[in-house]
């Protein structure tokens, strides 16, 4: 098994720091470990204001989408919101819906292509539908930027269509009566770090600012505030940067989903044991989220739009109940893909990727097997569902710290696919069974040589700390140092020496500690979420000494609430080390 090395994330960390302070010792060295002086603007970095978010006119073409917009407005044209399948564009759809009905806008009508039956993007076949329908304006989120075939169909029926997208764009843009995306040429805005249902909000936001300065509409008409639980989990998500306004936003989006007005979401988060106290973007990245995504991955009745939008109480708690069924098969669907995918992998010889291919695979749980296989791996990896005619639908991703680029690696074999698209991290791509072997020798020459001398995996800490410092003062600090994801990720610490009390292994995979804290007799649980089988730490024993990196954390347990560190690596420690201490 590769050992992976442990570097504190700022060279600088720990200097010139006073003993006590406005903050805890301790917090101060994290904020000193992220560049963020103790001495800096410290209440707008804990209390950000969403007076300060940056004008959503700046936005290259903003003002021609709010001119389309504004005009559809006063003839009461027919416009059909059109949002990509994921959770970014289903909170991007659902906000807009939300957000334009305030407004007062009466002819909305949505749509979303299905993830297994259609796939991604915006479809020349549904334009075409679209427009015989009557709707004279397409709205899109989350998706368009390279929908050339689509604009084309949209402009031969007199359709007009207004882009709002985040993915990066090619060379030639769609032609559309407005592309707003923060990620092309020629934006000046700052703001490429917002995601689809980010860039329909900052859409909202000028909209309403347009409608109320022409006295189209009263000024409190429109609560944008009410709309940041979709931004929220949209932002979340898509693991898109929670920096500037993202972080801003989602900060205060965190307070709005725990009390949201939406039925759907609200019935969910009770019956997860949410209710009643604060949500953190671990909460919804790790325990909701997979929940509403699961929805669209099987496509087994209800969607996730379902969830959003639904309007009866009664109703919306039947559908959680689906929404858990659901999320159920889909666990247990994961769960053997990634079992067989494991045994595949014993055979497997090339030591800079993986690919793997099946027809036990569902296409629903490809990615999420693809990010397992790549996490224990630590290398690119394409997890692929075979079909009856011959057809591998699948899903790449990279692990965590990877400086490769899936696209690059698509690039190599391009001729050998019949699509491939997205980020540079998580991708996903079509071929047919026949150009596998193909396939595999493109990427394995071009990663062979890209291939550097090998190095090992990194985790970079914020600092070290002692167990008697992870008190619950501390982590109310925490608490309010966040949101936290990409960009802006959980404190990682590097926990000084300490003894085992007791071992026990979760479903032959998890592996929990007791840690003693000093002196104290008081202990700490430490989680090891599927620690590898030949992990030396599956043999630790009671009076072992161990240095743990890892995440503090709340528990909560019938009612209680306690710590506990989520460890990410940990190493062997002696007691003579912990003395020195």
């Given at each position: 098994m590769?050992k992976a090395?442990?570097?504190?994330?700022?060279?600088?960390?720990?200097?010139?720091l006073?003993?006590?302070?406005r903050?805890?010792f301790l917090i101060?060295?994290?904020?000193?470990s992220?560049g963020?002086?103790p001495?800096?603007?410290?209440?707008n970095?804990?209390?950000p204001k969403?007076t300060?978010?940056?004008?959503?006119?700046?936005l290259?073409?903003?003002?021609?989408a709010?001119a389309?917009?504004?005009?559809?407005?006063l003839k009461n044209e027919k416009?059909?919101?059109y949002g990509d399948?994921?959770?970014?564009?289903?909170s991007?759809?659902?906000?807009?819906?939300?957000g334009l009905?305030q407004m007062g806008?009466?002819?909305?009508q949505?749509y979303q292509?299905?993830?297994l039956?259609?796939?991604?993007g915006?479809h020349a076949k549904?334009?075409?539908?679209?427009?015989?329908?009557?709707?004279q304006?397409?709205?899109?989120?989350?998706l368009?930027?390279?929908?050339?075939?689509a604009c084309?169909?949209a402009?031969?029926?007199?359709v007009?269509?207004v882009?709002?997208d985040?993915?990066?764009p090619?060379?030639e843009?769609?032609?559309?009566v407005?592309?707003?995306n923060?990620n092309q040429?020629g934006?000046t805005s700052?703001?490429?770090?917002?995601?689809?249902?980010g860039?329909?909000?900052y859409?909202?936001?000028a909209?309403a600012r347009?409608?109320?300065?022409?006295?189209?509409?009263q000024?409190d008409?429109?609560?944008?505030?009410?709309?940041?639980d979709c931004f929220t989990i949209?932002?979340?998500?898509?693991?898109?940067?929670l920096?500037?306004?993202?972080?801003?936003?989602?900060?205060?989006?965190?307070?709005e989903?725990?009390?949201?007005e939406?039925q759907g979401l609200r019935?969910?988060?009770?019956s997860l044991?949410?209710g009643?106290?604060s949500?953190?973007s671990q909460?919804?990245?790790?325990?909701?989220?997979?929940?509403?995504?699961a929805?669209?991955?099987?496509?087994l009745?209800v969607?996730?739009?379902?969830?959003?939008l639904?309007?009866?109480?009664?109703?919306?708690?039947?559908?959680v109940?689906t929404?858990l069924?659901n999320?159920n098969?889909?666990?247990?669907?994961?769960?053997?893909?990634e079992q067989?995918?494991?045994e595949m992998?014993?055979?497997?010889?090339?030591?800079?990727?993986v690919?793997?291919?099946?027809k036990?695979?569902?296409?629903g749980?490809v990615?999420l097997?693809?990010t397992?296989?790549a996490s224990?791996?630590?290398k690119p990896t394409?997890?692929?569902?075979?079909?009856?005619?011959g057809?591998?639908?699948?899903?790449?991703?990279l692990?965590?710290g990877?400086?490769?680029s899936l696209?690059?690696?698509f690039?190599?074999?391009?001729e050998?696919?019949?699509r491939?698209?997205?980020?540079?991290?998580a991708?996903?791509?079509?071929l047919q069974?026949r150009n596998?072997p193909?396939?595999i020798k493109?990427?394995k020459?071009y990663l062979?040589?890209?291939?550097?001398?090998?190095?090992?995996r990194?985790?970079?800490?914020d600092?070290?700390a002692r167990?008697?410092e992870?008190t619950?003062?501390f982590?109310?600090w925490v608490d309010h140092?966040?949101?936290?994801?990409?960009g802006?990720e959980?404190?990682?610490?590097k926990?000084?020496a300490a003894k085992?009390?007791?071992r026990m292994?979760?479903?032959?995979?998890?592996?929990?500690l007791k840690?003693?804290?000093?002196?104290t007799?008081k202990?700490?649980?430490?989680?090891y979420?599927?620690?590898?089988?030949?992990?030396?730490?599956?043999d630790?024993?009671?009076?072992?000494?161990?240095?743990?990196?890892?995440?503090?954390?709340?528990?909560y347990?019938?009612g209680?609430?306690?710590l506990?560190?989520?460890i990410?690596?940990l190493?062997?420690?002696?007691e003579?080390?912990?003395r020195?201490?």
């Open positions: 590769r090395q442990w570097l504190p994330r700022s060279e600088s960390q720990g200097l010139g006073p003993a006590e302070g903050f805890p101060q060295k994290i904020l000193q992220r963020i002086e001495s800096g603007d410290l209440e970095f804990f209390n969403l300060q978010l940056k004008d959503p006119f700046s290259l073409n903003m003002d021609k709010v389309r917009l504004k005009e559809a407005f416009i059909c919101i399948f994921d959770l970014d564009g289903t991007g759809l659902a906000l807009l819906k939300s009905e806008y009466k002819e909305l949505y292509p299905k993830r039956t259609e796939g991604y915006l549904v334009v075409e539908e679209l427009a015989n329908q009557g709707v304006l397409i709205l899109t989120v989350d368009g930027i390279t929908a050339m075939d084309e169909v402009k031969a029926k007199s007009d269509v882009i709002t985040h993915h990066q090619a060379d843009l769609p032609e559309a407005a592309i707003v923060p040429k934006d700052g703001c490429g770090y917002l995601c689809g249902a860039v329909g909000f859409l909202l936001r909209l347009e409608l109320t300065d022409s006295q189209l509409i000024p008409q429109v609560k944008l505030k009410s709309l940041l949209a932002t979340v998500t898509d693991m898109v940067p920096v500037e306004d993202n972080r801003t936003l989602v900060k205060q989006g965190l307070i989903l725990q009390k949201t939406r019935a969910l988060i009770k044991g949410f009643g106290r949500l953190s909460d919804l990245a790790i325990r909701i989220a997979p929940k509403i995504n929805l669209s991955r099987m496509e009745g969607r996730p739009i379902d969830l959003y639904v309007e009866d109480e009664l109703e919306a708690e039947q559908m109940e929404v069924d999320n098969t889909r666990v247990q669907l994961q769960g053997s893909g067989e995918a494991f992998l014993k055979d497997w010889q090339e030591p800079d990727f690919f793997l291919a099946s036990s695979f569902h296409r749980v990615g097997i693809a397992k296989v224990e791996t630590h394409f997890v692929g569902s075979l079909s009856e005619d057809i591998v639908t699948g899903s790449a991703r692990p965590n990877s400086e490769s696209i690059e690696i690039q190599s074999g391009k050998f696919f019949d491939f698209g997205g980020h540079e991290a991708a996903g791509f079509e069974e596998i193909q396939v493109s990427f020459d062979a040589s890209e291939k550097s001398a090998p190095r090992p990194t985790h970079y800490y600092t070290e167990l008697e992870l619950e003062g982590m109310k140092l966040g949101p936290f994801g990409q802006f959980v404190p990682l610490l926990l000084q085992v009390s007791q292994l979760l479903k032959e995979q998890h592996l929990k840690l003693e804290i000093g002196q007799g202990v700490i649980d430490a989680l979420f599927s620690c590898p089988s030949e992990h030396w730490a599956r630790l024993k009671k009076g072992d000494w161990v240095e743990v990196l890892g995440e503090v954390q709340w528990n347990f019938t209680t609430r306690s506990q560190v989520l990410k690596d190493r062997p420690a002696s003579s080390l912990a020195s201490l």
